[in-house]
């Protein structure tokens, strides 16, 4: 069993950045493909980013390619957003996500895939 719990979240204005984290607790953290979703007051959950196991595969949303980075520290048991030239659509509440049943080199970006979520972190972009 895994516990998940994200940070970093604030308010910045269009083209800041904000590195986002999520602490892992209980489980083997390197068994766990991880992924980023984010949703918005009345917008369905996005995905956004996944990296697997060992942080070999990764993918992303085609609205935050080229400007959000996913990477993980297995040792830390930390999986990392990395977010660059913000804008206000970016604007919402970010869920870190583990996979538990995820294979070497799988980084799903279906919300089905994965089994337990953190409690998210508010992100909000001003122009």
């Known amino acids: 069993q895994v516990q998940l719990v994200e940070s970093g979240g604030g308010s910045v204005q269009t083209g800041d950045s904000l590195r986002l984290s999520c602490v892992a607790s209980?489980?083997?953290?390197?068994?766990?493909?991880m992924a980023w979703f984010r949703q918005a007051p009345g917008k369905e959950r996005e995905f956004v980013g996944a990296?697997?196991?060992?942080?070999?595969?990764?993918s992303y949303g085609d609205s935050v390619q080229n400007r959000f980075t996913i990477s993980r520290n297995n040792a830390a048991r930390t999986l990392y957003l990395q977010m660059n030239n913000l804008k206000p659509e970016d604007t919402a509440a970010y869920y870190c996500?583990?996979?538990?049943?995820?294979?070497?080199?799988?980084?799903?970006?279906?919300?089905?895939?994965?089994?337990?979520w953190g409690q998210g972190t508010q992100v909000t972009v001003s122009s």
């Open positions: 996500a583990a996979d538990d049943n995820a294979v070497a080199g799988e980084a799903s970006r279906w919300h089905e895939a994965y089994e337990v």
């Open positions: 990296i697997s196991r060992a942080g070999t595969v990764r």
């Open positions: 209980g489980g083997t953290f390197g068994a766990y493909a």
